[in-house]
């Protein structure tokens, strides 16, 4: 996806643009691709049986990385000027649960793989020239902008995957 050679030492934005993605949304790709980059360096020792452990109440890790997924689906739903599909209703309702092909920390990592991935393939089709088009978030119809959607995603993605890492170092310390 990028055009600059993918050093560990360089964050996914220094990398140089993301392929096929208007420069207007290169943040954006940035932010998404730098996620999953993350979760992955953050969960590769995590055990599967501290996926749903909540020190403190805190968000489980199988919560983040559920929520993580479903954001990127639903806002870019939104953006895209649809509205919320029963499945992704229910997927809502059941984040931070344990449930059929969300078992293990590979299959959560997987499934915000292949979501971010989605999603960078929308950024690809997208025109410019739409972006402040408006757009509608949830049933209450709150006004926003495609590209006010696209760069919440972003940074929403990015706030979790801070809380991600404090759960994950604290069920570790704790296990």
Do not use: C
Request: glycine share 6%; net charge negative; no cysteine.
């Amino acid at each position: 996806m990028q055009n600059k050679p993918t050093s560990p030492n360089l964050e996914v934005w220094q990398r140089g643009p993301v392929e096929g993605v208007p420069p207007l949304l290169q943040p954006v790709a940035h932010a998404l691709l730098q996620t999953v980059e993350e979760a992955n360096k953050y969960l590769q020792d995590v055990d599967d049986r501290l996926l749903w452990e909540r020190p403190a109440g805190m968000a489980s890790v199988g919560f983040h990385m559920q929520h993580m997924a479903g954001v990127v689906d639903r806002l870019f739903t939104y953006a895209n000027g649809q509205p919320l599909r029963e499945e992704q209703l229910a997927y809502l309702k059941l984040e931070g649960t344990t449930r059929m092909g969300f078992e293990t920390v590979t299959d959560h990592i997987r499934h915000l793989e292949w979501q971010v991935g989605a999603a960078v393939d929308v950024l690809r089709q997208v025109d410019e020239n739409q972006l402040t088009d408006a757009r509608f978030l949830g049933r209450q119809r709150i006004p926003t902008t495609q590209i006010g959607l696209f760069v919440h995603t972003a940074e929403h993605l990015q706030r979790h995957v801070g809380q991600l890492l404090v759960t994950v170092k604290w069920v570790q310390s704790i296990n």
